[in-house]
């Protein structure tokens, strides 16, 4: 399956922006510093728009995804090993709502702190 993730990383890395890297245990690809896409335990894991993610775990593509602290993350969904789901295409998705949400937080982050 890790086959699979180098076939995303060879198409998504040359893209203004995106890099592979490694986070723990797992093979990475981000998104101006944002993970979007990585391979844990040979599966894809992506982040998701939290509809998109419902709809996925709903069709039974995929399950929601648990880092290790217990509590299921609501965008991010690992694909059922047996799904024939287009990887590239899913990580291609993942990075579009990547930008999306970086360009939301980074609004957020320059926002003056209010002051009582």
Same mark, same amino acid.
């Given at each position: ?22 986070? !723990? ?5 981000? #998104?101006?510093?944002?993970v979007?896409?990585? @391979?844990?335990?040979? &599966? =894809? ?19 929601? !995804? ?5 509590? #299921? ?6 694909? @059922?090993?047996?799904? &024939? =789901? ?8 993942a990075?579009?709502?990547?930008e ?17």
């Open positions: 399956m890790s086959d699979r993730f180098d076939d995303v990383v060879a198409a998504l890395v040359d893209k203004p922006g995106v890099e592979a890297g490694r986070m !723990f245990a797992s093979r990475t690809l981000t #998104a101006d510093g944002k979007f896409s990585m @391979a844990v335990k040979g &599966r =894809l894991v992506v982040k998701l728009d939290e509809t998109r993610a419902a709809n996925l775990i709903d069709s039974g593509h995929a399950d929601r !995804f648990d880092p290790g602290h217990g509590r #299921a993350m609501k965008q991010w969904v690992f694909i @059922a090993g047996d799904a &024939r =789901l287009d990887w590239i295409e899913l990580s291609s998705e990075i579009g709502f990547a999306a949400s970086a360009g939301v937080e980074s609004k957020r982050s320059r926002r003056p702190l209010r002051t009582q």
